[in-house]
C-alpha cells in the first residue's frame, strides 16, 4: 500500500512524497513509476520514502477470502483508487482537457 502526498511551497516548488510499505522492489519502481506518470511534470521533486517488506505480501492473501464477484479491497482498482483520492486530497490536480484517468 502506498500513499501520495503532493504539496507546492509558498515560492512554487512542487513535490509528491511517497510513503507505504510494498514486498518488492518492483512495487516500489512500479509506484513510482505510475505517480510520474500520472503527474507528468518532470519539474515535481519525488520524495520515496517507501519501505520494502516482504511480509506485505502475506498480508494480501489475508484478504483473499472475500465473496464472491466482490471486488479484493487490494486490487489493483481499489489501490489505483486509493493511491489517486491520496493525491488529489493532497493538491493534486487532473491535467485540464483529459477525463479519467485510469491504471
Known amino acids: 500500500m502506498v500513499t501520495a502526498e503532493f504539496s507546492t511551497s509558498p515560492g512554487g516548488r512542487k513535490q509528491l512524497i511517497l510513503t507505504g510499505f510494498v514486498a518488492t522492489q518492483f512495487g516500489r519502481n ?32 489475508a484478504t483473499q477470502g472475500s465473496v464472491a464477484g466482490s471486488q ?25 482537457g483529459s477525463g479519467p484517468m485510469l491504471p
Do not use: C, F, H
Not at 509506484?31 to 502475506?58: F, H, W
Not at 479484493?72 to 485540464?96: A, C, E, F, H, V
Open 30 to 61: 512500479d509506484a513510482e513509476r505510475i505517480a510520474t506518470g500520472y503527474l507528468n511534470d518532470p519539474s515535481v521533486n519525488m520524495v520515496d520514502q517507501i519501505l520494502l517488506d516482504p511480509l506485505v505480501e502475506d498480508m494480501r492473501g
Open 72 to 96: 479484493s479491497p487490494n486490487s489493483p482498482d481499489q489501490l489505483w483508487n486509493k493511491t489517486m483520492q491520496g493525491i488529489y486530497r493532497n493538491g493534486g490536480q487532473t491535467p485540464s
